[in-house]
């Protein structure tokens, strides 16, 4: 089953832009995480949130998590052409002791140079 | 750093034909995780195991089946391949949620083609 739905499908933009990607969900969680995943390839992960953080920081990354409106972004600043990828969110609910993550659709993003 | 390994990037079988897909992971992670990823569908879980010999379903188990004889290694078998079950399969583990720790690492995906 799919929880998280990003928003936009799909971002092109020019290097040296800002890219804002956006992820919402349907049931409380644990925890949300980013994952990119280059063309044809595996997805690496990116940065984790607890529900109890607003923001977080690494590097380029800003993600931030309002429970509220179960709604998470993930910000690339000074985005650069090898940040073409696709960027999944993904949830870890409470339910049992599991960790699953359900991932949703992502977002493709294309950094033109 | 982790690596995750899968015995293949590509791979082309027969309709009827079983098929194995062995994933190999370094970090004596307890959790490992089979998942396929298809366009407009996203990544689904099939299944996946917390311990040597245990195993639970995921979301989409049926025409598939799972083996973890060792900590290191879980492979994916599909019993009798059909064309519907041509994707890319992905591989991930993770330590155990007792440690509160969640990140999957994923394998670089083996993409089956079934004819």
């Known amino acids: 089953s799919q929880q998280g739905e990003e928003d936009p499908q799909a971002l092109s933009i020019q290097e040296g832009e800002n890219a804002t990607m956006n992820c919402s969900y349907k049931t409380s969680i644990n925890n949300l995480q980013w994952y990119r995943q280059n063309s044809g390839r595996g997805l690496v992960h990116l940065i984790l949130i607890r529900s109890n953080e607003r923001e977080k920081h690494s590097g380029r990354l800003r993600v931030t998590l309002d429970t509220s409106k179960k709604s998470s972004s993930l910000l690339i600043t000074a985005s650069r052409a090898a940040d073409t990828a696709s960027y999944f969110c993904a949830t870890v609910g409470f339910s049992g002791n599991t960790g699953k993550l359900i991932f949703g659709q992502g977002t493709t993003l294309q950094v033109k140079p | 750093d982790v690596k995750v390994t899968q015995s293949s990037r590509y791979l082309v079988k027969r309709t009827g034909e079983k098929v194995f897909l062995e994933c190999v992971q370094d970090m004596d992670h307890e959790n490992m995780f089979w998942y396929r990823q298809d366009p407009g569908l996203g990544l689904r879980l099939i299944y996946f195991?917390?311990?040597?010999?245990?195993?639970e379903k995921g979301d989409i188990p049926e025409g598939y089946s799972v083996s973890r004889e060792k900590k290191e290694r879980f492979s994916l078998i599909l019993e009798s391949a059909s064309t519907n079950q041509t994707s890319m399969y992905l591989c991930?583990?993770?330590?155990?949620?007792?440690?509160?720790?969640?990140?999957?690492?994923f394998g670089p995906g083996t993409r089956l083609t079934v004819t």
């Open positions: 991930a583990s993770s330590f155990s949620w007792d440690r509160r720790t969640y990140e999957q690492y």
């Open positions: 195991s917390y311990d040597v010999k245990m195993k």
